[in-house]
């Protein structure tokens, strides 16, 4: 059989979607002798993730508004048996079967917390896509239960199939963990956040419980963040200066991906208060490196982060700032959380995604 899967927006963007896309690329026609794989380029890009795949270049740019028309007619000339839609619009035809994977429902559980743009281009092409998709591939039961929810979508064309932790993720030697700390500029037992600064990672209710948590602990350590600047980013800078916080906070935008394992291990905890996350990779990241993780009750995080981690309700500063307490100043619970999480993270392996991704297309082929 023919299997297509669309690798354009690895073009766009490096993030978490990327990443799922990469691998998914490199490791399928490895792992699979009994298909033949095409991927679907963009074609101005100079990356080819796999040798044993056919390399198509396409025109049509992702998270275009006529994306699902366009790419319907470059697709139609492939013939293929089976089309993975990763970032979950697929073409409306030019293909026997089809497979989509949504990663969250943010635009419509939380529309909030996406510009005009997103929200329209979201809003109007999913009613389509979960209709038109043979089998629906879901990061984690939480998007599951809210494509039943808000989509009516039935339990039985859904597959969870949860993401995996890059390798890289680890306990590092401590002499190279140093190295790039000092590089950088930072002493380690900083507390840290990974993600993009943006209303639905909730950086200003991080900031409301980091201040609270100054009060009761004067010489709590500083709050790093890594990762880059997303819409309303002027009003989060703004609560920073205004609670008095720019001494004790660090931005690290567009950090090397090189550098980011390191800056993990040296944390001493790692919060992600999100309002909705439709999987987490920093969660994962965190625990991968021994770092204690504090994350918000909502949606995927505690499906995640399991029984290795505290929660919090994203909403409530107060109850950050006690779980912070809590951690910074009782190092067994530090350890119990460290080695909870390792073991935690021992569930999430691109090994067991592939092997899931694989077995989703044969039963969508009928094998």
Not at 319 to 332: C, K, Q, V
Request: aromatic share 10%; proline share 6%; glycine share 6%.
């Amino acid at each position: 059989m023919q299997i297509g899967l669309d690798v354009r927006l690895t073009y766009y963007t490096h993030g978490g979607i990327a990443n799922y896309v990469r691998r998914l690329a490199a490791d399928l026609p490895a792992r699979d002798s009994e298909h033949r794989y095409t991927h679907l380029y963009h074609r101005g890009h100079t990356e080819t993730f796999s040798p044993l795949a056919r390399r198509v270049d396409c025109w049509t740019p992702a998270h275009h508004w006529l994306e699902s028309m366009a790419l319907s007619v470059e697709v139609s000339r492939h013939r293929l048996d089976l089309l993975h839609s990763p970032d979950f619009i697929p073409p409306l035809w030019g293909y026997r079967r089809s497979v989509i994977t949504v990663h969250d429902l943010t635009f419509l559980s939380h529309p909030e917390f996406l510009t005009d743009v997103s929200r329209r281009y979201y809003n109007g092409q999913i009613h389509t896509a979960v209709k038109l998709a043979d089998a629906i591939s879901a990061d984690s039961h939480a998007t599951k239960t809210d494509l039943a929810n808000l989509l009516s979508v039935i339990p039985e064309k859904i597959t969870v199939i949860h993401l995996g932790l890059d390798e890289a993720f680890h306990l590092l030697p401590a002499d190279e963990v140093a190295a790039t700390l000092t590089r950088l500029g930072l002493a380690p037992g900083y507390m840290l956040f990974v993600g993009t600064f943006e209303p639905r990672k909730n950086v200003p209710g991080l900031f409301a419980g980091y201040f609270r948590l100054r009060k009761l602990l004067p010489d709590a350590p500083p709050l790093v963040l890594v990762g880059h600047r997303g819409w309303l980013f002027d009003a989060t800078a703004s609560l920073m200066k205004d609670l008095g916080l720019e001494q004790h906070v660090r931005f690290f935008e567009n950090l090397p991906a090189a550098d980011l394992p390191a800056v993990y291990n040296g944390a001493s905890l790692f919060l992600l208060p999100s309002h909705y996350e439709g999987f987490g990779f920093p969660v994962l990241e965190a625990m991968g490196c021994g770092v204690p993780t504090i994350i918000s009750n909502r949606a995927s995080l505690p499906e995640i982060g399991g029984e290795a981690v505290l929660q919090v309700d994203p909403d409530d500063p107060d109850a950050l700032a006690e779980a912070l307490r809590r951690a910074l100043t009782d190092s067994g619970l530090r350890e119990t959380m460290r080695a909870k999480g390792l073991e935690q993270v021992k569930h999430f392996t691109w090994d067991k995604t592939v092997q899931a991704t694989l077995a989703l297309y044969n039963w969508v082929l009928g094998e």
